[in-house]
């Protein structure tokens, strides 16, 4: 061996030191696997995050010689989502030469594809019509709105359209849909006017009138069949049906309600409450109306909840309008200080309700002569002028007292219950926000029953009741 060593030149002084090097490595790499501290990531040292998704930790071990170090590991590196690139987390324990350091990389990437904000059921072209690309929206988490990006192919066979999109990391989203040339969908019927009409008995019905509208067809107005009558003479709910087909033989339907209402009959009573809503009288009012069966009307203020106003309205009951302030210096100040006032009471009641009212009590009364503080002669203008517009008014042959002096709800019980007559209509002034009317109503109600008068809610066949103007 010795002599091989000298054929190839080395020499012992040589041979010793390379024994020594070898030495020298294997005792490090044992140093390196034995005698310090061991870091196993998990996950890798690799891993991959998605854009914009939150980074979370995923775990690591350390131990020395069977000692568990994973808490004295220390952790440095940031790793922000909201950019692309690659980020570095070092993990580092022990100390001098006992210290191990290892390294992973984050990759923050965007592998997500673009939404495509579209039906995906099949699409309906109308026969004999060619489909149109349309726009369709799209957006994706890095780029934001790739609406302009969107392209649309048509088949050569043209039963199918693809919409796709590519973001500019190349991730690429398509929807197929099949095309089918059917008329499936149904007419639509526009009924002119609103879906109830109120007439009184005996007066002629006509139909407000109506429109057909197809989207292959276009206007089939033209072949409209109506259905069903209107008993003028008998009051009542009464229905009427619109039908009509268009080519493909779709059918669309729409209806209308006719309400006849009889007119004013000697010896009803008209239960009406003024200034209201306010918690803890009107609720308290509806509750006892509607264990007795009974309809009322309210003219409300702008004051008070919404939510009261909805439930008179959605219990049957009539809302009517009072005013919006109930302040005479400012609404009784002109003739239009007076419109505007009524203008807002209304919008308020529209908004909660959907419904158009045109019922009125002026604060005070037509005949009040608090107005001629403001403005003389109003209350003669205002009493022609609102008809004008569409409204009714309605003042009160019967008074509760309940705005004066009366406190008592057995006075106000028999304030309204001596007033009533069997000749006439009974229209009853009160104010839903007494303590004491809230008290008396239930046995108004009761008195009425026992005693053959109907109650009864304004409405359109109503005859107004009306005072003297005396300014």
Same mark, same amino acid.
């Given at each position: 061996m010795r002599k091989f060593f000298r054929k190839i030149g080395i020499t012992k002084p040589l041979l010793i030191g390379g024994i020594f090097v070898i030495a020298f490595f294997v005792i490090a790499f044992f140093i390196h696997l034995v005698l310090l501290p061991q870091i196993e990531l998990k996950g890798g040292k690799k891993i991959v995050v998605e854009y914009k998704e939150k980074y979370s930790e995923a775990g690591y071990k350390a131990n020395h010689l069977g000692k568990n170090l994973t808490k004295e590991v220390k952790v440095k590196g940031k790793v922000n989502t909201d950019k692309l690139g690659e980020y570095q987390v070092t993990y @580092?324990?022990?100390?001098?030469?006992?210290?191990? %350091?290892?390294?992973?990389? /984050?990759?923050? *990437?965007?592998?997500?594809?673009?939404?495509?904000?579209?039906?995906?059921?099949?699409?309906?072209?109308?026969?004999?019509?060619?489909?149109?690309?349309?726009?369709?929206?799209?957006?994706?988490?890095?780029?934001?709105?790739? @609406?302009?990006?969107?392209?649309?192919?048509?088949? %050569?066979?043209?039963?199918? /359209?693809?919409? *796709?999109?590519?973001?500019?990391?190349?991730n690429k989203k398509s929807i197929t849909k099949k095309i089918l040339y059917e008329d499936k969908e149904k007419p639509v019927i526009t009924l002119t006017g609103t879906e109830t009409v109120y007439i009184c008995t005996n007066d002629v019905y006509k139909d407000p009138g109506y429109k057909a509208e197809d989207n292959c067809d276009k206007d089939l107005t033209s072949k409209v069949v109506v259905e069903g009558t209107v008993d003028n003479s008998l009051a009542g709910d009464y229905k009427i049906t619109y039908k009509v087909k268009d080519e493909a033989g779709n059918e669309g339907e729409a209806n209308r309600t006719v309400k006849v209402s009889s007119g004013d009959v000697v010896g009803t009573v008209y239960l009406t409450f003024d200034d209201g809503p306010n918690e803890g009288t009107t609720n308290v009012i509806l509750d006892i109306l509607k264990e007795e069966g009974v309809k009322a009307t309210f003219f409300v203020t702008g004051y008070g909840p919404d939510e009261l106003i909805k439930r008179e309205f959605d219990e049957g009951h009539t809302v009517a309008l009072h005013s919006q302030t109930h302040d005479y210096a400012k609404i009784y100040s002109s003739d239009q200080a007076f419109f505007n006032d009524l203008q807002a009471i209304h919008d308020r009641v529209q908004r909660i309700t959907g419904y158009d009212s045109k019922f009125i009590r002026f604060p005070g009364g037509a005949s009040n002569t608090v107005s001629r503080r403001y403005s003389f002669g109003i209350m003669s203008r205002l009493s022609k002028e609102v008809l004008n517009r569409g409204y009714k008014y309605y003042d009160w042959n019967v008074s509760s007292g309940d705005a004066g002096n009366t406190t008592d709800p057995k006075q106000v019980y028999r304030n309204v219950v001596y007033s009533l007559r069997k000749d006439r209509v009974n229209m009853v002034l009160m104010h839903d926000i007494k303590p004491y009317t809230r008290d008396a109503i239930r046995d108004i109600i009761h008195y009425c029953k026992e005693n053959g008068y109907q109650i009864k809610k304004i409405d359109n066949c109503t005859t107004m009741v009306t005072q003297r103007v005396n300014n």
């Amino acid at each position: 061996m010795r002599k091989f060593f000298r054929k190839i030149g080395i020499t012992k002084p040589l041979l010793i030191g390379g024994i020594f090097v070898i030495a020298f490595f294997v005792i490090a790499f044992f140093i390196h696997l034995v005698l310090l501290p061991q870091i196993e990531l998990k996950g890798g040292k690799k891993i991959v995050v998605e854009y914009k998704e939150k980074y979370s930790e995923a775990g690591y071990k350390a131990n020395h010689l069977g000692k568990n170090l994973t808490k004295e590991v220390k952790v440095k590196g940031k790793v922000n989502t909201d950019k692309l690139g690659e980020y570095q987390v070092t993990y @580092t324990v022990g100390s001098g030469i006992f210290k191990r %350091k290892v390294v992973r990389t /984050v990759e923050v *990437s965007d592998t997500t594809k673009p939404k495509l904000k579209i039906n995906k059921d099949d699409i309906y072209v109308c026969p004999g019509t060619k489909y149109e690309i349309e726009k369709v929206e799209a957006t994706d988490n890095y780029d934001g709105d790739l @609406t302009d990006k969107v392209k649309g192919e048509i088949s %050569k066979k043209e039963d199918m /359209v693809t919409y *796709s999109v590519k973001d500019s990391n190349g991730n690429k989203k398509s929807i197929t849909k099949k095309i089918l040339y059917e008329d499936k969908e149904k007419p639509v019927i526009t009924l002119t006017g609103t879906e109830t009409v109120y007439i009184c008995t005996n007066d002629v019905y006509k139909d407000p009138g109506y429109k057909a509208e197809d989207n292959c067809d276009k206007d089939l107005t033209s072949k409209v069949v109506v259905e069903g009558t209107v008993d003028n003479s008998l009051a009542g709910d009464y229905k009427i049906t619109y039908k009509v087909k268009d080519e493909a033989g779709n059918e669309g339907e729409a209806n209308r309600t006719v309400k006849v209402s009889s007119g004013d009959v000697v010896g009803t009573v008209y239960l009406t409450f003024d200034d209201g809503p306010n918690e803890g009288t009107t609720n308290v009012i509806l509750d006892i109306l509607k264990e007795e069966g009974v309809k009322a009307t309210f003219f409300v203020t702008g004051y008070g909840p919404d939510e009261l106003i909805k439930r008179e309205f959605d219990e049957g009951h009539t809302v009517a309008l009072h005013s919006q302030t109930h302040d005479y210096a400012k609404i009784y100040s002109s003739d239009q200080a007076f419109f505007n006032d009524l203008q807002a009471i209304h919008d308020r009641v529209q908004r909660i309700t959907g419904y158009d009212s045109k019922f009125i009590r002026f604060p005070g009364g037509a005949s009040n002569t608090v107005s001629r503080r403001y403005s003389f002669g109003i209350m003669s203008r205002l009493s022609k002028e609102v008809l004008n517009r569409g409204y009714k008014y309605y003042d009160w042959n019967v008074s509760s007292g309940d705005a004066g002096n009366t406190t008592d709800p057995k006075q106000v019980y028999r304030n309204v219950v001596y007033s009533l007559r069997k000749d006439r209509v009974n229209m009853v002034l009160m104010h839903d926000i007494k303590p004491y009317t809230r008290d008396a109503i239930r046995d108004i109600i009761h008195y009425c029953k026992e005693n053959g008068y109907q109650i009864k809610k304004i409405d359109n066949c109503t005859t107004m009741v009306t005072q003297r103007v005396n300014n």
